[in-house]
């Protein structure tokens, strides 16, 4: 069910429509997906249902108007699962809950690392994990890419020396086992194999979807965001399926104190 109090709500959703952070890929296309994954979506949790305008012009300011709302909706205790949009929005949601939540350990669930450099100082979708990393929000060795299945050689070149974790598609078992949490949860649709989600910008996936909703319960993230859904690209599988993940999302989500 949903409510229109903050103090009721056992989550608080984010929406946070944006294709601002998408500049070396022409398949853009994110911007309605929180409209399309959360129309007539129900809930037996109580959620609340928030949303920013962003600017869409200017990433900088996006980004800022990001990080002010999420500081005011995490000052209501409870879990903040937040809907984008490409994955851009990350950054600044996951930079305000990681000052908050200095325990919480940064869950990657991508086909990409997302560590490539910045172009012209803009922190694009491609570049998030490396961001949080060198402003010091994030500890390399705090940080657990899952579902990986290409890296770029430039990406190759910064992780080298850096003690991040990595686990391919084919090691969930493994990730299950060694993850302690807690856990801020990024989940990039794209980290879905193209059956469950040929709608976003670079479909380059292997996992089940049953295996994402798999580690979700099994994790239950503190807070977490969902991301890159495309629904122009959309054949009828991809808002379904992101459909399911924040269902579950919510289901899991700790009612707070």
């Given amino acids: 069910m949903r409510t229109k109090s903050p103090e009721d709500a056992n989550v608080i959703i984010q929406k946070l429509p944006s294709d601002m952070g998408i500049h070396r890929n022409p398949r853009k296309g994110t911007l309605n997906a929180p409209e399309e994954i959360l129309d007539n979506l129900k809930f037996k949790e109580k959620v609340l249902v928030d949303e920013i305008f962003p600017d869409e012009f200017d990433l900088k300011q996006t980004q800022e108007e990001i990080m002010n709302n999420t500081r005011e909706l995490s000052a209501y205790g409870g879990p903040l699962v937040s809907?984008?949009?490409?994955?851009?929005?990350?950054?600044?949601?996951?930079?305000?809950?990681?000052?908050?939540?200095?325990?919480?350990?940064?869950?990657?669930?991508?086909?990409?690392?997302?560590?490539?450099?910045?172009?012209?100082?803009?922190?694009?979708?491609?570049?998030?994990?490396?961001?949080l990393v060198e402003e010091n929000i994030f500890e390399p060795e705090e940080v657990h890419f899952v579902g990986i299945t290409r890296i770029d050689e430039d990406e190759k070149k910064y992780i080298a020396d850096?003690?991040?974790?990595?686990?391919?598609?084919?090691?969930?078992?493994?990730?299950?086992?060694?993850?302690?949490?807690?856990?801020?949860?990024?989940?990039?649709?794209?980290?879905?194999?193209?059956?469950?989600?040929?709608?976003?910008?670079?479909?380059?996936?292997?996992l089940d979807l049953e295996a994402v909703l798999e580690i979700i319960n099994s994790v239950k993230p503190i807070h977490a965001d969902l991301v890159e859904v495309a629904p122009p690209f959309d054949e009828g599988k991809t808002v379904e399926s992101a459909r399911r993940v924040l269902s579950c999302l919510v289901g899991c989500a700790e009612e707070k104190d």
């Fill in 162 to 206: 850096k003690n991040f974790n990595f686990y391919r598609p084919d090691e969930v078992k493994e990730f299950l086992e060694d993850f302690k949490g807690p856990a801020y949860l990024s989940i990039d649709v794209d980290v879905l194999a193209p059956k469950y989600a040929e709608g976003t910008g670079y479909p380059d996936g292997a």
């Fill in 83 to 131: 809907v984008g949009g490409d994955h851009s929005v990350t950054y600044p949601a996951a930079k305000v809950l990681k000052q908050k939540h200095q325990e919480m350990e940064l869950l990657w669930l991508d086909a990409h690392l997302d560590v490539k450099e910045k172009v012209e100082d803009h922190v694009s979708h491609d570049v998030v994990v490396r961001q």
